[in-house]
């Protein structure tokens, strides 16, 4: 017998979201002195420590300017914001599981909107 967990909800963030949610898990954690932080939670603060470069709002302003592009697709839109590429091989390697490419002036409007923000 094998026993499923049931996905009830999910949200796509940045990594400047998902800094902002483990810097309150990591307060909540120091003022315990009882709870011990996991390695996963310790790590997952480091990743987004170190990767996070824009802020909440930039990042957030990001997203909604890349989903306006006909080609990008909200977890693309995501992952850009995430990896801010710049330039077209870099975006490349984001759509490389995609079953279509870009054509040269698709990618340099994503570009293009990438280049307000770096």
Known sequence: MTIFKEKLDEEYLTTAEAKEL???VEQERALDEDREMPYEVA?????????A???VEESRDLVEQLLELEKVDEPTAYK???V?????????????QERYTLSGEELDDI???VAKYV
């Open 53 to 55: 470069t824009l802020d």
């Open 43 to 51: 790590r997952a603060i480091d990743h987004v420590n170190r990767f």
């Open 22 to 24: 483990l810097a309150d």
């Open 80 to 82: 850009i914001a995430d």
């Open 111 to 113: 570009l293009n909107v």
């Open 84 to 96: 801010l590429p710049q330039d077209r091989d870099e975006l490349r390697a984001v759509y490389a």
